[in-house]
């Protein structure tokens, strides 16, 4: 059983509480942009063994948006936050890179 | 080789069983080979089995990270069907079940295929509706299923409550030549026809890069050194997203855990394959008595063959207002596998970026009764550079806005 804790609202919850939404830190591309940049936009994906950062809900509780640092290898979770970021924040980072050393960043946005 | 018949039996009773010979070779590495099939499931092995049978390409080796058909081939639930509802599912999976219908004596090898039909049980009006139009469909893509009504379904299922309160059975879409085949047997067997061929089978052998030059591939690098190649071929389910990142692409792909279970062994009391898609579940009765259940897949991105534990509640919880019998039944096992799920559901058999590079995947929750199929066609594809069976599964389906969906079809499409 995964569980995360929702930042918005502090309870530690369990995955049957939450919705998945998916690989976080997408740029939108919309009309106007070019094709390869939409397709990638709408279906391409990381999809890493390993870190991955994702959105999710806590639908069954205070319904806000988060997002949270995880390893899909492992499902160790290095931490929750704000929805309202564009990239994750400096103190998930450092997590991530004490307990995965040498982990190849990627770029976001 | 030598061939498995009746006569071998006799002669190897009076012989103490001394002359078996291993299934498979297990050969070192070559420098280099004509095609490298990444992924010793049922899909690479069969591709490797029809480019030499098909296309006369035989200096082929088949690399495989753990042991042959230890990914989902040896994990699946053995649904063999093919009434889908868009015409390229219907010609790529109708294909590969009229291959399994005899390919126990095209391998030697017996695979144990059962035809005991395939039921999906409507449940809502809207399922009703669906299964008509998928009946439609399959006769004009001339495969046969038919809609039959709830008296039909009780007839061939006697063990089903067709009218549980939540969900009551109004009828189902029947395909009468669908029905399972022993998994491993399908991987093993193409394994000793591909070694007989001179082709190597090697196991233990993950590859952990994929070497290019100038947009072209060149060969692959592994846990057992480097190897050469001048084709390549992708076929790793799960792992399809992390072997395009050592090529440097990305795909439409995501990897998620499919759970499945089985119960304590019981008298036969099953003989056909029901799934109820409305409830997420689904159960047949194995040769050696277990009931095999299997349900949806898990929420989120995965790589751990386990799961959640309260998916398979519900699995349970849904396939007991069916089958009230099976309340009391004990379950023996769990296990989950990392399948690779497309957008629209539909698989992706196609050319990549690279030259040289071809990619099979996206078969997710449905692949095992694609394997024949999929290896028909993907060899033809790597041998020739066009397969009509394959053609719309190509990855650019994605940016044309040219899907082939699936997932409205059928909800759990096992
Ligand atoms: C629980 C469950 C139930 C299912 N039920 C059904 C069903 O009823 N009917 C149906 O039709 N389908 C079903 N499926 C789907 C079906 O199992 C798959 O679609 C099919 O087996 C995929 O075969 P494959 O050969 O593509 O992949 P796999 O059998 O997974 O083979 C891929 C192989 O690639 C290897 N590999 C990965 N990375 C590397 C690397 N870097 N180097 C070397 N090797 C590597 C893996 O070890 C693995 O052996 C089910 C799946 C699951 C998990
Ligand atoms: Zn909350």
């Known amino acids: ?109 | 080789m030598k061939r498995y018949s009746a006569f071998a039996i006799a002669r190897e009773a009076l012989r103490h069983h001394s002359g078996w010979d291993r299934a498979w070779a297990s050969p070192e590495p070559k420098k280099k080979y004509d095609a490298i099939i990444i992924g010793a499931g049922g899909h690479g092995l069969a591709t490797a089995y029809y480019l030499g049978k098909n296309h006369g390409i035989r200096n082929v080796a088949i690399l495989e990270k753990g042991w042959l058909g230890g990914g989902n081939t040896g994990r699946n639930t053995t649904i063999i069907r093919s009434n889908y509802l868009q015409d390229p599912s219907a010609a790529i999976y109708e294909k590969s079940r009229s291959l399994y219908e005899d390919l126990s004596q095209d391998l030697n090898y017996n695979v144990m295929f059962s035809p005991r039909g395939v039921m999906m049980l409507a449940q809502t009006q809207h399922e009703i509706r669906g299964y008509k139009r998928t009946a439609h469909a399959n006769a004009l893509q001339g495969v046969a299923t038919e809609f039959i009504g709830p008296e039909k379904v009780k007839e061939l299922c006697p063990i089903i409550n067709i009218d549980g309160p939540r969900y009551p059975v109004l009828g189902a879409l029947w395909q009468p030549r669908g029905g399972t085949a022993r998994h491993d047997a399908v991987a093993w067997g193409y394994a000793r026809a591909c070694s007989d061929m001179g082709m190597h089978v090697i196991q233990k052998c993950e590859v952990t890069g994929i070497r290019r030059d100038g947009g072209k591939v060149v060969g692959v690098d592994t846990t057992r050194g480097a190897i050469d190649c001048d084709k390549l071929g992708i076929v790793v389910a799960g792992h399809s997203g992390v072997l395009a990142d050592m090529a440097g692409f990305r795909l439409p792909v995501e990897s998620l855990c499919l759970q499945a279970l089985v119960s304590e062994p019981i008298k036969p009391c099953m003989d056909v394959v029901v799934m109820a898609n409305t409830v997420h579940g689904y159960m047949s009765q194995s040769d050696k008595g277990e009931m095999v259940i299997g349900g949806g897949t898990d929420g989120f991105n995965n790589y751990t063959q386990r799961g959640s534990f309260h998916h398979i509640e519900e699995t349970v919880r849904a396939l007991i207002e069916t089958f009230p019998m099976i309340s009391r039944l004990k379950m023996l096992r769990q296990w989950g596998g990392i399948v690779d799920m497309t957008g629209d559901r539909s698989p992706i058999l196609s050319k990549t970026p690279v030259e040289g590079i071809f990619l099979n995947c996206g078969w997710g929750t449905g692949g095992f009764k694609a394997i024949p199929g999929s290896g028909w066609g993907f060899a033809e594809l790597m041998a020739t550079g066009h397969s009509a069976l394959c053609a719309e599964f190509s990855l650019d389906r994605f940016r044309a806005g040219r899907f082939i969906d699936e997932s409205v079809a059928a909800g759990v499409a096992h």
């Open chain 1, 1 to 109: 059983m995964l569980i995360l804790q929702c930042p918005c609202c502090g309870v530690m919850a369990d995955e049957t509480e939450l919705a998945a939404g998916g690989e976080a830190h997408l740029k939108r591309f919309g009309p106007g942009s070019s094709d390869d940049d939409f397709e990638s936009y709408l279906f391409n994906r990381v999809n890493p063994k390993g870190v991955h950062f994702e959105r999710w809900r806590h639908a069954y509780g205070c319904g806000k948006w988060f997002h949270a640092a995880r390893c899909t290898a492992t499902l160790e979770v290095f931490g929750t936050y704000s929805a309202q970021v564009t990239e994750p924040p400096q103190e998930i980072r450092d997590k991530i890179s004490a307990r995965r050393p040498g982990w190849r960043w990627r770029e976001f946005g």
